[in-house]
C-alpha cells in the first residue's frame, strides 16, 4: 500500500499549514458528466459499480487522472451503510436513495441492525485499498452519511423539500429520535474507521439537508452526536472534514463539532465562513453552475473565492456541492490548472 506523500498539499491545508499552491478537488468528482463513468452506467447498475470493488476503485481514480486534482474521493453513496444495516432503501434513477416504509417507530429502530463494516461491506475497504495503490500517493479521502442526513431520508422515504416528518420525529419522539441518532453514529464511526483502516488519508462526512434546522435545534438535537463521530475519530490523526448545503447559520455551531475542516457552499462568502469558523481550515465554495457559464465568468467567480481567503492557509478549493451533470470534464480539469496558477504561494 502506498502512504499519502507527507507534503500533499491536501493534507497540509487540512491542517492549516502553508502550501505551494491552493489544493482542489470537487465533490462528485467521479460521476455523470464523464463519458467513461456514462458508458459504464450503460452496463451496470450504480449499485454493481460500488459493491465491485475493482470498478469502484476505477470509477475513483478516473477522476483524478483526468482532472490532475490533489485528492480522490471514494465511489460509493451515503446509503450503502443503512442498506447493510437492514434499512429498505433502493437507488432509483432519478430519484436517489427511497425507503419503503419509511422510519416511523421504535419496532423500525430494532430493525437496523449495527454496522460490522468487515462482515457487512468488506468491498467498501477492498475498493480503499486497491484505490489507495493506484493513486501513488495522492490521497484518497474516504466518507460517510452524517446521522441528521441518513436520518432524514429514512423518516421521509426520500428526499424532501420541507423535512416535515423528520422534525415531526425529532420533535415530538426525542427518545426515539436520541435512539436512532446513536445507531446511525455507530454505523457512521465504523463505516469511516473501516475505510481510514484500509488506507484512507482523510474523511468527510456529508451532512447535506442539516441546513434545513434552526441553530437552536441544530444544538440540541445534531451537534452532540456529530461530537461523537468526531471524537471517536480522533484516534486515527487523519483530517476531519464536515459539510452541509444551506448552513451559513450554523457555520459557529458546526465549528464545535470539532471536524479539522469544515466545507461551505456558495451561499455565504469564503471570508465571512472563516470569520465565523474561527481556526478551523475551509473547503469551497465555488457555485456548481458557474461550471456552465462562460470562462471569464468561471474565473472571475474562481478569483472571487481565492481573494474571499485572503491568501490564508488552510484552504481547499472546491466547490460548494457537487458537480453537476452536465458539466464539461475538460472546463474541470482547466479549473483546476487555473486554481493552481492562481493560488501558487497562498
Not at 485499498?129 to 466518507?143: K, Q, T
Not at 415531526?168 to 463505516?191: K, N, S, Y
Amino acid at each position: 500500500m502506498h502512504s499519502p506523500e507527507p507534503q500533499s498539499r491536501f493534507l497540509r491545508a487540512c491542517r492549516g499549514l502553508p502550501v505551494d499552491t491552493t489544493p482542489v478537488w470537487f465533490m462528485r468528482q467521479a460521476g455523470r458528466y464523464q463519458p467513461e463513468y456514462r458508458a459504464l452506467r450503460q452496463r451496470y447498475s450504480i449499485l454493481d459499480l460500488i459493491r465491485d470493488p475493482a470498478l469502484a476503485a476505477e470509477v475513483t481514480c478516473l477522476a483524478v487522472e483526468q482532472l490532475e486534482v490533489d485528492a480522490a474521493i471514494l465511489f460509493s453513496d451515503i446509503v450503502v451503510p443503512l442498506m447493510a444495516m437492514g434499512a429498505p432503501v433502493t437507488l432509483e434513477e432519478g430519484r436517489g436513495p427511497v425507503v419503503r416504509p419509511p422510519f416511523r417507530s421504535r419496532e423500525d429502530l430494532e430493525r437496523l441492525a449495527p454496522l460490522e463494516p468487515e462482515r457487512q461491506l468488506p468491498e467498501v475497504a477492498e475498493a480503499v485499498r486497491l484505490a489507495v495503490r493506484r493513486l501513488h500517493g495522492i490521497p484518497l479521502i474516504g466518507f460517510a452519511g452524517a446521522p441528521f442526513t441518513l436520518a432524514s431520508y429514512l423518516i421521509e422515504g426520500g428526499h424532501s423539500a420541507l423535512y416535515l416528518e423528520t422534525k415531526r420525529l425529532m420533535w415530538g419522539e426525542p427518545d426515539l429520535w436520541a435512539a436512532l441518532m446513536a445507531r446511525l453514529v455507530q454505523a457512521t464511526v465504523a463505516h469511516l474507521a473501516a475505510q481510514i483502516e484500509a488506507g484512507a488519508a482523510a474523511v468527510q462526512v456529508f451532512d447535506s439537508w442539516v441546513g434545513a434546522l434552526a441553530p437552536a435545534d441544530y444544538r440540541r438535537a445534531v451537534l452532540p452526536y456529530m461530537r461523537r463521530i468526531f471524537d471517536a475519530l480522533a484516534m486515527y490523526e487523519v483530517p476531519r472534514i464536515y459539510f452541509g448545503v444551506g448552513t451559513a447559520t450554523l457555520l459557529e455551531a458546526m465549528a464545535e463539532a470539532g471536524a479539522d475542516v469544515v466545507g461551505v457552499d456558495w451561499r455565504i462568502p469564503l471570508d465571512e465562513a472563516r470569520r465565523r469558523l474561527g481556526d478551523r481550515a475551509v473547503q469551497g465554495n465555488l457555485d456548481p453552475a458557474a461550471l456552465l457559464a462562460p470562462w471569464p465568468v468561471l474565473t472571475d467567480q474562481a478569483q472571487a473565492v481565492l481573494t474571499a481567503n485572503g491568501g490564508q492557509p488552510g484552504h481547499i478549493f472546491n466547490l460548494g456541492h457537487g458537480v453537476l451533470p452536465a458539466t464539461n470534464p475538460g472546463r474541470l480539469h482547466d479549473l483546476v490548472r487555473w486554481v493552481h496558477e492562481r493560488g501558487a504561494g497562498q
